[in-house]
């Protein structure tokens, strides 16, 4: 099952939260942030065992003050204009993340708007990636209940009209 909110990821009360975060996993700004500040100096200090993160995987730490159990860190590709596999790279991070939830029996996870901040992924073309990815993993695993978190009104409605289409 997919969903549609508008509104911030650290609220979702679910198994995870996926954080667009960068390869350092040591925190940052925009939605990394905001996570690690929700969740307090504990998630740090789990992230910096980890080791960092190559772009396109995840690795999953707990939520720790957060109300979700779990954060699954992604590293999404930076956008350097479509021709260094940013598209691969993006979906990679959504298959990850989804397979990483699914190996932890977690069910219930929401995702940002991976790269289409700081890192400049274009918008709708980073929905239609996200949405089509999606799909097809929960074509295999149709427990799974998958919440797109839109922060912005620019991506929530994007999102709410490829949503609405099955584009
Ligand atoms: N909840 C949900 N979505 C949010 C929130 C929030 N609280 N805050 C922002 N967004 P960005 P990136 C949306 O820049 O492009 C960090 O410094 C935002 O509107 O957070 O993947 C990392 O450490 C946008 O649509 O992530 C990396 O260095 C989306 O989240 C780098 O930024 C992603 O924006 C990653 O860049």
Known sequence: MISLTRGNIVDFAGDAIVNAANN??????????????????????????????????????????????????????????????????LASCYRESLALAERQGLRSIAFPNIS??????????????????????????PEMEVSFLCFDAENYAIYRNLLARRL
């Open 24 to 89: 350092s996993l040591l925190g940052g700004g925009g939605v990394d942030g905001t996570i690690h500040r929700a969740a307090g100096p504990e998630l740090l200090a789990e992230c910096r065992t980890l080791g960092g993160c190559p772009t396109g995987q995840a690795r999953l730490t707990q939520g720790y003050s957060l109300p979700a159990r779990y954060v699954i860190h992604t590293a999404g590709p930076v956008w350097e204009g479509g021709n260094h596999g940013e598209e691969e790279l």
């Open 116 to 141: 289409t901040g700081v890192y400049g992924f274009p918008k709708a073309a980073a929905a239609r990636i996200a949405i089509r990815t999606v799909r097809e993993f929960l074509e295999l695993h």
